[in-house]
């Protein structure tokens, strides 16, 4: 059975970030703010881990740890496997505010 492609929609991009979430192993509680860019407004989703525990809601979350801001078509490539997180970084096409540390292990165990 073929895969579901990511689309770069929020609806789309949100349950692919559910479900990655629900299927790595996070070892510190953290919580994230990722906001899309592109043509959805700039919405955003929460992401929370909280003793192992994932959450992912269609909110803004403030005074998170970090924020991560990303265009919509290169998360959704990067969610498809079709282009590297760290090149999208370097790239500036996702950008990444706030405590390194914590997003470092965050991004690294989800992408």
């Known amino acids: ?26 070892l510190q509680d953290t919580a994230t703010q990722i906001t899309l ?30 924020y991560i801001d990303a265009d919509a078509g290169t998360l959704a490539s990067v969610l498809n496997g079709e282009k590297s997180f760290v090149v999208a970084v370097s790239q500036g096409s996702i950008t990444i505010n706030g405590d390194a540390a914590q997003a470092l292990v965050f991004c690294s165990t989800l992408f």
Do not use: C
């Open 1 to 26: 059975m073929q895969k579901k492609k990511i689309e770069p929609t929020f609806g789309s991009i949100f349950r692919a970030i559910e479900d990655k979430v629900s299927n790595v192993s996070f």
């Open 37 to 66: 860019n592109g043509n959805l407004d700039n919405l955003p989703l929460y992401v929370k881990i909280e003793d192992g525990m994932p959450e992912v809601a269609p909110y803004e979350y403030i005074n998170a740890p970090f």
